[in-house]
Structure formats: structure tokens, C-alpha cells
């Protein structure tokens, strides 16, 4: 099981847990094959289309990359499946892909669209954006309470097991990481 918290607007190639999950599919797909060289069940389950993208181009690259390994993919929200029993994508796959993924880019450039739209509205009515100022901490302070990610980080754990060992987020850890330079 694969879970990504990231932006839908980010690029495939920028999404690490989903180059995993697709990379392991593949390695599956290889191994998943019979004696007389006949595809076995290699199933990419997702919870909606958009979680392989929401750039119409990307999504449709990603799929073929999974189809040329033979891998199937289950859109469970959309309670589609890509392939057949015979291994060949259906007649409506191809379709239903490229207008559910149209789809998905549409609702993410709205999304886009409605987030800067209000903050120019804010904005233009005397909003200020980011932090207040003097809210930044000091490199001492941040040293006393990121104690524990700096010494686990300094022992070579790597990112996202010294987020779980010390209860912070994977992105505040690498933001220390960098910071402190480790």
C-alpha cells in the first residue's frame, strides 16, 4: 500500500510514492509470468484517476507505461478497469481515460484559478499574506526543540524514518536537514 500526501498539482515525476508504486509494478509485472509466457495478475488499484495525475498527458503517459508492462489498473471511484481478461484495454478504456483525466486537469486549474482569484481579493482589501512579522524562530531556538531530528539525522537515519521516530513531518525534516545542513 502506497499513501502520498502531495500536491495535485505536482508533477509525476516529482511524486516519489507513486514512481514507487509504479517502478514495483513493473518489477511485479516480470516476475508475474507464467511457463507458457502468458501475463499473470499484476492490479494497480487507485482510488480515483486523478491520483496517477492531474495533467491530462501525464495520466495518459502513465498509463501506457503501466500497459506496457502489462499491468492492470482498477480506478476504484470510477469503478473502472483498464484491461480485459485477454490483457488488451477495452474498447472504452482509452476513451474513458483521456476525458476522466481532461476532467481532473480542468478541476485542478479551477481549483488554481479560485485560490489566486481570492487572494488578490484579499489582498486588495488590505490582507497581507505569509506570517506576521517577528513570528520566525531563531537557529538556537529551532536547535533546542528539532533536538532529536538534527541527532537522528546526524547518525544517517534516513528522512521520512525520522519523521516517524520523532513525530514530525516529513517536510519539516527536510527543511531542518537543510537548514542545519546535515
Known amino acids: 500500500m502506497y499513501t502520498e500526501h502531495i500536491s495535485g498539482a505536482k508533477k509525476n515525476g516529482e511524486r516519489q510514492v507513486l514512481r514507487e ?6 518489477v511485479e509485472a516480470q516476475s508475474f509470468v507464467s511457463d507458457s509466457g502468458t501475463q499473470l495478475g499484476v492490479i494497480l488499484l487507485v482510488s480515483e484517476l486523478s491520483r496517477l495525475g492531474r ?17 492492470n489498473i482498477y480506478m476504484q471511484k470510477e469503478q473502472l478497469t483498464l484491461l480485459g481478461d485477454d490483457g488488451k484495454p477495452s474498447i472504452f ?26 487572494r488578490k481579493q484579499y489582498i486588495a482589501n488590505g490582507g497581507k499574506l ?11 531556538k529551532k536547535r533546542e526543540e528539532y533536538k532529536e531530528v538534527i541527532t537522528l539525522l546526524n547518525k544517517g537515519y534516513a528522512i521520512r524514518d525520522v519523521a516517524k521516530l520523532s513525530g514530525k513531518g516529513i517536510s519539516t525534516v527536510q527543511r531542518i536537514k537543510k537548514e542545519f545542513l546535515i
Do not use: H, W
Not at 508504486?21 to 513493473?26: P, S, T, Y
Not at 495533467?55 to 499491468?71: G, I
Not at 505569509?130 to 538556537?140: E, I, L, Q, T, V
Open 21 to 26: 508504486a509504479i517502478e514495483r509494478c513493473k
Open 55 to 71: 495533467n491530462a498527458f501525464e495520466v495518459l503517459e502513465t498509463v501506457k507505461e503501466l500497459v506496457d508492462y502489462r499491468t
Open 93 to 118: 478504456a482509452p476513451i474513458m481515460l483521456a476525458t476522466l483525466s481532461t476532467c481532473a486537469q480542468l478541476e485542478r486549474d479551477n481549483i488554481s484559478f479560485r485560490l489566486n482569484s481570492g
Open 130 to 140: 505569509g506570517r506576521p512579522a517577528g513570528s520566525n524562530k531563531s537557529k538556537d
